[in-house]
């Protein structure tokens, strides 16, 4: 049975309790969150996908307010961190250099500096480190990359893919707003759909953004060409300045020679494929959300399971330097190389 603890205990720390406490093969044992009143019920998270709001049960698990305490009290096997972006590095770090395995959310960190001291660390450590890129285990978009990579409907002529939110409005003030803190919208939320990119087609060759600038020179919404050696087109639009009554949106479609693929978070079903010839059809998807299979691919790594690595950690540091790159391009108005 693992050991598990939870760092930061917000809308994603208690999205990865409830992912922990639903598995036979590990014990959320310990959660440490700076305000005490975080595991007291007054922490609901409101984020972009259902299921982490209302009370966990907390009872048997013990509760911190400092991580190297926790660290240094519990015998942990293995941790999420699920603290706000600016800290994803020193507590990883800190966590791996305690011996603990690490699943830290997305993104890896604010800096490519910061990302490779992580990394670092892990390799001296002997200890696994996962960042918590989702989609690339979400049921849909899983199932986009196997639909794609078998062959049977062509290569991609075209692919695009969307992420819309209201967090500038339903965070505002909060450190999702303070671009030192979150990365702001391009690392928060469009990097989802830049890690997938990567994951579906490798490192572009280059970027080219334009982005919506707030007054305080943010970026609020962003679409980005990304290029590749060859002529398919692939573009991602993220933004997060719309209004809490539109929802949270993720869609993509993507056309291939001899079909198209489309993906709506908000229609039922949300993944047809329609062939060329035929019928559409709705594939059938994997059980559970992108979040708890990460943590089943998360265990077999602890476990020494061998399975297709999903994500590494060069893979993270690769969305951010991509990301990065984005965000330059719609600041600039310039290519951006990756080569
Ligand atoms: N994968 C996804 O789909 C997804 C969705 C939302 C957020 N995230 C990421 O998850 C991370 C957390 O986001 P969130 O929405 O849960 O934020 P949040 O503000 O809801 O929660 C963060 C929690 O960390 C606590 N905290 C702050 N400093 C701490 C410290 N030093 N030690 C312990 N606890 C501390 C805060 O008190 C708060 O409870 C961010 O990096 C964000 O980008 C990922």
């Given at each position: 049975m693992l050991k598990i603890g939870i760092v930061g205990f917000g809308f994603m720390g208690r999205m990865h309790t409830r992912c922990w406490?639903?598995?036979?093969?590990?014990?959320?044992?310990?959660?440490?969150?700076?305000?005490?009143?975080?595991?007291?019920?007054?922490?609901?998270?409101?984020?972009?996908?259902?299921?982490?709001?209302?009370?966990?049960?907390?009872?048997?698990v013990?509760?911190?307010t400092d991580p190297e305490e926790m660290f240094a009290r519990e015998k942990l096997d293995a941790v999420s961190i699920t603290v706000p972006t600016h800290l994803h590095a020193a507590w990883t770090i800190k966590a791996l250099n305690a011996g603990v395995h690490v699943?830290?959310?997305?993104?890896?960190?604010?800096?490519?500096?910061?990302?490779?001291?992580?990394i670092a660390t892990a390799e001296d450590s002997g200890k696994i480190l996962q960042i918590g890129h989702c989609?690339?285990?979400?049921?849909?978009?899983?199932?986009?990359?196997?639909?794609?990579?078998?062959?049977?409907?062509?290569r991609v002529i075209t692919a695009t893919f969307q992420r819309l939110s209201a967090t500038a409005r339903t965070k505002q003030g909060s450190w999702f707003s303070n671009e030192e803190q979150s990365g702001g919208m391009v690392f928060d939320l469009h990097i989802h759909d830049t890690d997938f990119v990567q994951y579906l087609f490798g490192t572009p060759l280059s970027?080219?953004?334009?982005?919506?600038?707030?007054?305080?020179?943010?970026?609020?919404?962003?679409?980005?060409?990304?290029?590749?050696?060859d002529d398919k087109l692939v573009t991602a639009e993220?933004?997060?300045?719309?209004?809490?009554?539109?929802?949270?949106?993720?869609?993509?479609?993507?056309?291939m020679e001899k079909a198209v693929l489309s993906f709506e978070n908000k229609r039922t079903p949300t993944l047809k494929l329609?062939?060329?010839?035929?019928?559409?059809?709705?594939?059938?998807?994997?059980?559970?959300?992108?979040?708890?299979?990460?943590?089943?691919?998360f265990v077999r790594a602890i476990c020494g399971v061998p399975v297709p690595s999903v994500i590494t950690p060069q893979h993270a540091l690769q969305s951010l330097r991509i990301a990065e790159a984005e965000r330059e391009s719609a600041r600039n108005g310039t290519h951006v190389n990756l080569t």
């Open positions: 406490k639903a598995r036979t093969d590990a014990r959320v044992v310990a959660i440490c969150d700076i305000n005490a009143g975080a595991t007291q019920g007054c922490g609901k998270g409101l984020g972009n996908i259902a299921g982490a709001e209302g009370d966990v049960d907390l009872r048997d013990a509760i911190h699943l830290c959310e997305k993104p890896m960190a604010l800096t490519l500096a910061d990302g490779r001291q992580m989609i690339r285990f979400w049921p849909e978009y899983a199932k986009a990359k196997e639909i794609i990579e078998s062959g049977v409907y062509g970027v080219c953004s334009h982005g919506a600038l707030t007054p305080a020179g943010s970026i609020a919404h962003i679409v980005t060409h990304y290029r590749f050696n993220g933004g997060w300045a719309l209004v809490p009554a539109y929802g949270f949106e993720m869609k993509f479609l993507i056309v329609f062939p060329a010839e035929g019928e559409p059809i709705v594939p059938e998807l994997e059980q559970g959300d992108g979040y708890s299979r990460q943590i089943g691919h």
